[in-house]
């Protein structure tokens, strides 16, 4: 069997993060139930009154950017689990701010600054990350300007 026959496999980088791989993927927070404190991702208990009565609460695909620059080396590792060294490829990160819930961190597909600007609409998108030990395509979430 020739070797591109081999599909490989789409794992998301953290379990649970987002709802699926699919085109309809949902990033997963958390809400609290005393105050109505939006977290992303979500926590055990409310950063703002501390309560642990924490559900599980499914962001919009769409918002706005609020901030963002462009990661132009390899972030420390870890939390940074992309390529490094000559694989490495400068990233836009930013907020993008969701509703009125929650302002999410992110990397951005646009890694060009001046190509963005505040409050410019942004949508979620999932994005290969690199290849694990397995062989499989890890995925992140990313958000894209709206065309
Ligand atoms: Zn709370």
Same mark, same amino acid.
Request: hydrophobic letters at 35%; glycine letters at 10%.
């Given at each position: %069997?020739? =070797?591109?026959?081999? #599909? %490989?496999?789409?794992?998301?980088?953290?379990?649970?993060?987002?709802?699926?791989?699919?085109?309809?993927?949902?990033?997963?927070?958390?809400?609290?139930?005393? *105050?109505? @404190?939006?977290?992303?991702?979500?926590?055990? &208990? *409310?950063?703002?009154?501390? &309560?642990?009565? %924490?559900? #599980?609460?499914?962001? +919009?695909? $769409?918002?706005?950017?609020?901030?963002?620059?462009?990661?132009?080396?390899?972030?420390?590792?870890? +939390?940074?689990?992309?390529?490094?060294? $000559?694989?490495?490829?400068?990233?836009?990160?930013?907020?993008?701010?969701?509703? !009125? !819930?929650?302002?999410?961190?992110?990397?951005?597909?646009?890694? !060009?600054?001046?190509?963005? &600007?505040?409050? @410019? #609409? %942004?949508? =979620?998108? =999932?994005?290969? =990350? $690199?290849?694990?030990?397995?062989?499989?395509?890890?995925?992140?979430?990313?958000?894209?300007?709206?065309?």
């Amino acid at each position: %069997m020739a =070797l591109s026959q081999i #599909e %490989m496999a789409r794992v998301p980088i953290t379990e649970g993060i987002f709802t699926s791989l699919g085109d309809e993927a949902q990033l997963v927070g958390g809400r609290c139930a005393a *105050c109505g @404190m939006v977290t992303f991702p979500s926590q055990g &208990s *409310c950063p703002r009154c501390a &309560s642990t009565d %924490m559900a #599980e609460h499914l962001l +919009p695909r $769409r918002g706005r950017l609020w901030a963002w620059t462009t990661q132009n080396y390899p972030p420390p590792s870890p +939390p940074y689990a992309g390529p490094t060294g $000559r694989d490495f490829a400068p990233f836009g990160i930013g907020y993008v701010e969701l509703g !009125d !819930d929650v302002r999410v961190e992110t990397r951005l597909t646009e890694a !060009d600054p001046d190509a963005l &600007s505040t409050g @410019m #609409e %942004m949508a =979620l998108t =999932l994005i290969p =990350l $690199r290849t694990d030990e397995d062989g499989n395509e890890v995925v992140t979430f990313a958000f894209e300007p709206v065309a």
